[in-house]
């Protein structure tokens, strides 16, 4: 099973900026879409944003439209988020994953991928 590994979390205040990492153990992300999602405390994991596999289609949550940008680097095997003017509602544990199926598209359901990465921590203090 591939492992995905998220790196680029933080303690940033209100206004900040991040920027979130994704890679694979194995050279795969290529091939298929890629997601991340976001887990705050108390609540159920929720979609933030897609990439499709050549990067020629995204698709955001409505609350980060206009903020992050999801990107993708397959000569890197690397797929990231850039979170601007974050909120304290972005707070919680961000999440990438594989999409089991349709690479072409940027699924928004969980049940959709596979191969979770053990997550990051984001905090943003008001």
């Known amino acids: 099973q591939v492992q995905l590994v998220e790196s680029g979390g933080g303690l940033v205040q209100a206004g900040g900026s991040l920027r979130l990492s994704c890679t694979a153990s194995?050279?795969?992300?290529?091939?298929?879409?890629v997601g991340w999602f976001r887990q705050a405390p108390g609540k159920e994991r929720e979609f933030v944003a897609a990439?499709?596999?050549?990067?020629?289609?995204?698709y955001y949550q409505d609350s980060v439209k206009g903020r992050f940008t999801i990107s993708r680097d397959n000569a890197k095997n690397t797929v990231d988020l850039q979170m601007n003017s974050l909120k304290p509602e972005d707070t919680g544990v961000y999440y990438c994953?594989?999409?089991?199926?349709?690479?072409?598209?940027?699924?928004?359901?969980?049940?959709?991928?596979?191969?979770w990465g053990q997550g990051t921590q984001v905090t943003v203090s008001s």
């Open positions: 994953a594989r999409a089991r199926t349709q690479p072409w598209g940027t699924p928004a359901a969980i049940y959709d991928y596979d191969n």
């Open positions: 990439i499709s596999w050549r990067g020629a289609s995204t």
């Open positions: 194995a050279r795969t992300l290529s091939n298929y879409a």
